[in-house]
């Protein structure tokens, strides 16, 4: 089930470009093109949510596995010090996509939070970089 005019509905079904750092028959992780730092990293389900409201339990506690794994190799492949991980629903809490996705974004000590018009567009080629880094920590969990 999903939305024609979503934009993650599309990346979901590979209509539009993405650098994807995980997918599975029902989630699919992938670097936010405007990011707050190197790294960070929104999960969605790949069937259509507009948010927390209308997801059943059983995949939001799907989805949050697959947080958690990717909120790991993130934290590694950049050194991150921490990890915030955020979810918005509705315009007031400042959902901008309305398609159920939690971001991951690694953080550093002393790092304030940028509002969202202060993010700048990163260039495919380093978000591929970035997304090398994080595909090969989640190759390596799934080897132990």
């Not at 089930?1 to 997918?23: G, I, Y």
């Not at 093109?33 to 997801?55: F, M, Q, S």
């Amino acid at each position: 089930m999903t939305n024609q005019s979503c934009e993650f509905c599309k990346l979901a079904r590979k209509e539009d470009e993405a650098s994807v750092v995980f997918e599975d028959e029902r989630t699919m992780a992938f670097l936010d093109i405007r990011p707050v730092n190197d790294g960070h990293t929104l999960v969605i389900p790949k069937a259509h949510y507009e948010n927390i409201y209308e997801i059943p339990d059983d995949e939001l506690a799907y989805l949050y596995k697959v947080v958690k794994k990717v909120a790991g190799a993130a934290k590694k492949a950049v050194k991150a010090e921490g990890i915030s991980i955020t979810q918005h629903n509705g315009r007031a809490a400042l959902q901008r996509v309305f398609h159920l996705h939690v971001h991951i974004i690694p953080r550093y000590e002393g790092q304030g939070f940028p509002r969202p018009d202060e993010l700048s567009l990163a260039k495919r080629e380093k978000l591929e970089e970035t997304a090398t880094k994080i595909r090969k920590y989640i190759r390596q969990a799934h080897e132990v």
